[in-house]
């Protein structure tokens, strides 16, 4: 299996950018499709973005593409999340995931492996 360990979240005011990392270990990390979600306070956990094994396929969440931006460097296991333009809305729990084969994919429910999320408040 693959542990996934999210860092990078924090405090910001409304228009700051802020990058999130997330590392694997356990397996080759280039076998893995990889993905973010969110979960704001009270809500459910929805789709942020998605990445194919060697970066060669993005997808986003309609609401974001524009503002966030994933990427991963398989020679490091990490994958990341940058934010620019940050609003109040955008306060939430972070996580990573990962799954084996396939092409990226919004669905919570088609990934196995999830980090233990990371907290990012944006303040107005």
């Known amino acids: 299996q693959v542990q996934l360990v999210e860092s990078g979240g924090g405090l910001v005011q409304a228009g700051g950018s802020l990058r999130l990392s997330c590392a694997a270990s356990g397996r080759t990390f280039s076998d893995y499709v990889m993905g973010w979600f969110r979960q704001p306070p009270g809500k459910e956990r929805e789709f942020v973005a998605a990445i194919s094994r060697y970066g060669g396929s993005r997808y986003y969440a309609d609401s974001l593409k524009g503002r966030f931006t994933i990427s991963r460097d398989n020679a490091k296991n990490t994958v990341y999340l940058q934010m620019n333009s940050l609003k109040s809305e955008d306060t939430a729990v972070y996580y990573c995931?990962?799954?084996?084969?396939?092409?990226?994919?919004?669905?919570?429910?088609?990934?196995?492996?999830w980090g233990q999320g990371t907290q990012v408040t944006v303040s107005s």
């Open positions: 995931a990962a799954d084996l084969g396939g092409l990226p994919k919004a669905d919570r429910y088609a990934y196995a492996f």
